[in-house]
């Protein structure tokens, strides 16, 4: 005997039995469109997680170069650079810090979305 969107011997296919609505009694909760936002949600939050990280990498060279030289005689010394780059890195660490958290949370918000 086929069932939900099996093929039968003479070839006809049933209706699936799949939709948004469970049975009550089932023990799983609906995989509808709450399913589908939770899914989204996760993935737009481990974008903003990365889209965070960049910015704190970009800040970073940002400092670290300096601008724009326009010959060598005026370009930056080795501390110049160095003192910009450390007054730049508690910025950088906290834009990285919270990019990574956010990336996680929303790998994490897939993983307990995930079925078993």
Known sequence: MATGGESTLHGERRASYTSAVEPENSGEPARGTDHRQ??????????LGGALMLWGVLYMTTHAVGGRVEDFAHRRTYN???IAVHEAFPGFLWRAALGLALAMAGARMRKVDAPA
Request: charged share 25%.
């Open 80 to 82: 110049n650079t160095k």
């Open 38 to 47: 939770h899914k989204r949600l996760s993935w737009i939050v481990t974008g």
